[in-house]
T-cell receptor, first 113, second 115 residues
Framework: DSGVTQTPKHLITATGQRVTLRCSPR?????VYWYQQSLDQGLQFLIQ???????AKGNILERFSAQQFPDLHSELNLSSLELGDSALYFC????????????FGEGSRLTVL | SQQGEEDPQALSIQEGENATMNCSYK?????LQWYRQNSGRGLVHLIL?????REKHSGRLRVTLDTSKKSSSLLITASRAADTASYFC???????????????FGQGTILTVHP
């Protein structure tokens, strides 16, 4: 158990809809990262937050947004969903804001029909 | 785009044999990490090697890093069926600024260890 909690574990929705994925980092970790894993793209870095502020950004689509709240949990919002958004979405956390060891959650599997 | 490229894409061995996976990357790095992923599960950190280190050990794991060739290898000795998983290398950028914690993962090597 990494200590990182992600909900929901599975989500099935329709194209055009909006979903929110939630992540609680390990106790004491200030950084939260979001990754997308799909068969064709592999593991893609989406975004990093550190203590509530955006720190690094990857190829995150404009339809996607994220935030980190004062209690350090984070949410990833995916809107106007397309079939190609079907993937495993991972949250990870770390103590600092540099690229050290990451602790991953078990992921949220999103299926867009 | 992927920074790290693993080789081979898949590896099948017998229990007790050693497994070697390679990773190549393109840009200057601060550190390189290896992660393991069991099917459909979260990634688990295995080992981190910094750019000024050449070799590191952790239990049955041995990692080497050659920054001149921009490559790394992960050796798992005396493999077990429980080692069956996907293994990913991940690189941390050397540049600061907006890169911060951006780890870039390779496509992974699928390791199957037969009992």
């Amino acid at each position: 158990d990494s200590g990182v909690t992600q909900t929901p574990k599975h989500l099935i929705t329709a194209t055009g809809q909006r979903v929110t994925l939630r992540c609680s980092p390990r106790s004491g970790d200030l950084s939260v990262y979001w990754y997308q894993q799909s068969l064709d793209q592999g593991l893609q870095f989406l975004i990093q937050y550190y203590n509530g502020e955006e720190r690094a950004k990857g190829n995150i689509l404009e339809r996607f947004s994220a935030q980190q709240f004062p209690d350090l949990h984070s949410e990833l919002n995916l809107s106007s969903l397309e079939l190609g958004d079907s993937a495993l979405y991972f949250c990870a956390s770390s103590v600092g804001q540099g690229a050290g060891e990451l602790f991953f959650g078990e992921g949220s599997r999103l299926t867009v029909l | 785009s992927q920074q790290g490229e693993e080789d081979p894409q898949a590896l099948s061995i017998q229990e007790g044999e050693n497994a070697t996976m390679n990773c190549s990357y393109k840009t200057s790095i601060n550190n390189l990490q290896w992660y393991r992923q069991n099917s459909g599960r979260g990634l688990v950190h295995l080992i981190l090697i910094r750019s000024n280190e050449r070799e590191k050990h952790s239990g049955r794991l041995r990692v080497t890093l050659d920054t001149s060739k921009k490559s790394s290898s992960l050796l798992i000795t005396a493999s077990r069926a429980a080692d069956t998983a996907s293994y990913f290398c991940a690189t941390a950028p050397n540049a600061g600024g907006t890169s911060y914690g951006k780890l870039t993962f390779g496509q992974g090597t699928i390791l199957t260890v037969h009992p």
